[in-house]
Each structure stands twice: as structure tokens, then as C-alpha cells.
Nanobody, 125 residues
Framework: QVQLIESGGGLVQAGGSMRLSCTASGRTFSSYALGWFRQAPGKEREFVAG????????YYADSVKGRFTISRDNAKNTVYLQMDSLKPEDTAVYYC??????????????????WGQGTQVTVSS
């Protein structure tokens, strides 16, 4: 099992930027695909972005494509979510997640089985 700890959330005005970080420990970070999800009040958790173990492949929800960027630094055991041009509808608790299996793609169909505790992102209008 891997332990994931998110940081970087907070309050930002619409149109602003924010970067989330997620640091992992407990297993070989570089061999696993990673993802970011979010859950807004009264809504189901949804996939936001994913990155393959090699960082060669990235995936995004249509709602964030062109505004959010996922990246990873294996030397620091950290995955990032750079969020630009934020909108009030991006307000949610954001979670990072790790794939159950080795060498995965990070696509929305990935079997993510390890989760962080979440970090709140609030975008004011």
C-alpha cells in the first residue's frame, strides 16, 4: 500500500492559478500511474487527470483540458496538478490516487486503489 498526502489547496479568485502537490511513500513510486480526482458537494467523485508511470502519457477530463496540467517528479516521489484559469465550478475537494498495478497508463479506466485524504480548493467568483 502507498500513503499519499496532498497539499496546496486553498482559496483563489476565478481566473487565478493554483498548484496541488501529492507526495507518496510506502512503495516504488516511479512504477505506478497516478491520478487526480475531485468531489464537489452533492456530487460524485470524478476523474480530473492521470499520468502514466513513465510520464509519457497524460489524460484529462474534458472540463479541465487546456487549463490543468498533471506532472510528476519521481526523484521527489511527488505528483503535481497545475490549475490555471480556474472557475467557480472547479471548487471541490481534490484527491490524488495511485494505481493498483505496476506500469499502468493513468487513463480514466485505471484501477486506482490508494487515496490521499484530500485538499479543499475553493474558487470565488
Amino acid at each position: 500500500q502507498v500513503q499519499l498526502i496532498e497539499s496546496g489547496g486553498g482559496l483563489v479568485q476565478a481566473g487565478g492559478s493554483m498548484r496541488l502537490s501529492c507526495t507518496a511513500s510506502g512503495r516504488t513510486f516511479s512504477s505506478y500511474a497516478l491520478g487526480w480526482f475531485r468531489q464537489a458537494p452533492g456530487k460524485e467523485r470524478e476523474f480530473v487527470a492521470g499520468i502514466s508511470w513513465s510520464a509519457l502519457n497524460t489524460y484529462y477530463a474534458d472540463s479541465v483540458k487546456g487549463r490543468f496540467t498533471i506532472s510528476r517528479d519521481n526523484a521527489k516521489n511527488t505528483v503535481y496538478l497545475q490549475m490555471d484559469s480556474l472557475k467557480p465550478e472547479d471548487t471541490a475537494v481534490y484527491y490524488c490516487a495511485a494505481d493498483r498495478r505496476l506500469l499502468g497508463s493513468g487513463s480514466p479506466r485505471t484501477d486506482f486503489n490508494s487515496w490521499g485524504q484530500g485538499t479543499q480548493v475553493t474558487v470565488s467568483s
